[in-house]
């Protein structure tokens, strides 16, 4: 049942060399690092209010006031890299039993252990680099139904008319939005739900938002046994909404709920996250 | 006929001894999509699917269940009284439920194909509000807290905790199984019946005239086409996927398997009839942007062509599936 979806050729024998190289040399040994993901926006800390609150911290682009109630991404597919040849892949496995899921996860502004991933098994050496999938892409979705961070009644974003995940979901409120009360959402409601996943080779115009970031730590860290090593990577969620490729008007966007919607802000999402310091 | 009854004889002995609840791939079928190796069909498994294919609790006030919208007796299509689906307090739809047919050999799912893997396709009904309005979080609870079920997943996954994956994949264990190869035309093609010769002339013509869009065994080529229903389209088809201007009005085309028995025809439930539907394309055809090439001059059909095709379309008509008594409700 459990698939290991991600292994791509090189990684797959980077992986058998260093199977090798274990048989050969039985000193091979693994250490950990810590992912932290912290939402800012701008220069400020990004702090959630209420979905109904009228406390509005942040402005947007075009100087709108906005609050945010919920914010969130799936990260997976990570891969580490490091300056003299070292790698890591985070094994992604998939399966109906949440723990059959692993490296798929669901980075929650609402929970603070969401916010760190820690990856183990990671072979010692020195890495100054990580790349990962922002958003469920379609490897995973097409493995069917899905536990974990991935089944929809225990909190995951799925869409059922265009079947798929959002990856990363931004809501809250802003006085710019028109948008009226109703069941659903509050006045003034903004909600950006950046998903679609999809490539279709006779229809260039499906969109696909998942997108894949590579960030430098800005130095070697040392993984090992001796070390507990961990990378603090800020996401600013202005740079999400009002980045260099497009900046969002609230009074006319704010209710984004399909892949075409997205895809400006999808654009947007590489500058959005960058690491802002390591602790060795 | 005293040896065509040894032969049905000792098939029937042979089948006793299979797993009837084996998925089987028929010889003449492509390879399923549907991903198996993460869910394989077992007894207790389709059983389960079953029950809850049948069961209202899926959806919002208890009342509707597939089963409502997708009849066996019709190839798991809705009965023509309802040429779009009636949901919770008898809301209605906006299109025609199709058949349930050879699921596990298709890549999308629906009239716009928005839904690429059938373990996802019972959320759309599920949670549509003209559908069963219902939210999946309270369905796991409601089936968590029902006196039967935890024991029946406990017997069909080895867990007794209800969980969305599980009941989608117990439900596509139900669904994989709806494979239909038994129709006349089936039996013509393994040599095990004859057609008649008006039959074979509509199937003769059916060839020159529909098999480029139903295509191949499944009657589909699974692609999206304008097939002019409309001049303008307030259901946008394949667009409200794409969010492309061309795909406008492009439906999925359907497998033509059991098409006898599944009227009313399009996405629209616009025809009663076959021989409407052929008249449409023969000269009802109307123009709009992305109106398929192969269909802006219509598709010449003589009178007498048109009751040789739809003899022909008859022959597509599975009894051994819509009789099936594995899918009997228990």
């Known amino acids: ?280 | 006929m005293i040896l065509v009854f040894a032969v049905i004889g000792c098939k029937k002995d042979e089948t006793k001894k299979e797993d009837k609840y084996a998925f089987v791939v028929p010889a003449n079928f492509p390879a399923p999509v549907y991903t198996f190796e993460n869910n394989p069909v077992t007894e207790a498994g389709f059983k389960l699917g079953k029950k809850l294919f049948f069961d209202p609790i899926l959806s919002v006030d208890n009342t509707v269940s597939c089963n409502n919208c997708h009849n066996q007796s019709l190839a798991f299509a809705d009965l023509s009284l309802h040429p779009f689906s009636k949901g919770v307090e008898e809301r209605q739809g906006i299109r025609n439920a199709p058949q349930l047919v050879n699921l596990a050999f298709m890549k999308e799912f629906f009239w716009d194909g928005g839904v690429t893997h059938l373990d996802f396709v019972p959320l759309n009904a599920i949670e549509s509000e003209f559908e069963m309005d219902e939210e999946i979080g309270h369905v796991i609870e409601k089936l968590n807290a029902d006196p039967e079920y935890p024991a029946l997943f406990e017997q069909a996954f080895g867990s007794s905790k209800v969980t969305t994956p599980l009941m989608l994949h117990a439900l596509a264990q139900f669904t994989t199984m709806m494979v239909s190869n038994n129709s006349p035309y089936d039996k013509y093609l393994r040599g095990e019946a004859a057609l008649s010769e008006h039959e074979l002339e509509g199937l003769h013509l059916f060839e020159q005239k529909c098999q480029s869009c139903h295509a191949g065994i499944l009657f589909t080529d699974e692609s999206y086409r304008n097939n002019g229903i409309d001049t303008a389209f307030t259901d946008l088809g394949r667009a409200r996927i794409t969010a492309f201007d061309g795909d406008i009005g492009k439906f999925r085309v359907p497998s033509l398997r059991n098409v006898a028995i599944t009227p009313p025809y399009m996405h629209n439930a616009k025809f009663a009839s076959l021989e409407a539907v052929l008249d449409h394309y023969i000269n009802g055809i109307k123009p709009s942007p992305s109106l398929d090439a192969s269909l802006k001059n219509g598709i010449p059909m003589t009178p007498s062509e048109k009751t040789a095709i739809i003899s022909f379309l008859k022959t597509l008509t599975d009894k051994d599936f819509t009789q099936d008594e594995r899918f009997f409700r228990e």
């Open chain 1, 1 to 280: 049942m459990k698939k290991i979806l991600f292994l791509s050729t090189l990684f797959l024998s980077i992986a058998l060399l260093s199977a090798c190289k274990k048989d050969d040399d039985s000193k091979e040994t693994f250490g950990t690092l810590a992912l932290e993901f912290d939402n800012v926006v701008g220069d400020k800390d990004l702090n959630m209010v209420e979905s109904t609150s009228s406390d509005f911290k942040y402005k947007n682009g075009l100087d709108q006031d906005f609050n945010v109630s919920l914010l969130g991404y799936y990260i997976t597919q990570i891969k580490l890299e490091g300056p003299n040849g070292e790698t890591f892949a985070d094994p992604v496995t998939t399966g109906a039993n949440a723990t059959d899921v692993k490296g798929i996860y669901q980075i929650l502004e609402s929970d603070i252990n969401s916010q760190v991933v820690n990856l183990s098994n990671v072979p010692s050496g020195k890495y100054n680099k990580v790349t990962f999938t922002l958003g469920i892409p379609a490897e995973i979705v097409q493995e069917g139904a899905t536990g974990g961070v991935l089944d929809p009644a225990e909190g995951a974003w799925l869409w059922n008319w265009d079947a798929g995940y959002i990856g990363m979901a931004f809501e809250g409120r802003s006085p710019a939005s028109p948008v009226a009360e109703t069941q659903w959402n509050p006045e003034n409601s903004v909600q950006i739900h950046i998903g679609g996943w999809k490539d279709i080779q006779d229809n260039p115009n499906m969109v696909n938002n998942v997108k894949t970031i590579t960030l430098d730590f800005g130095t070697n860290v040392n993984v090992g046994e001796k070390y507990n090593p961990s990378a603090h990577i800020n996401m600013d969620l202005l740079e999400v909404i009002a980045g260099h490729h497009a900046t969002a008007d609230f009074t006319v966007t704010n209710q984004v709920h399909n892949p075409a919607g997205g895809h400006d802000f999808a654009e947007n999402l590489h500058a959005a996250f960058e690491v802002d310091h390591v602790h060795q």
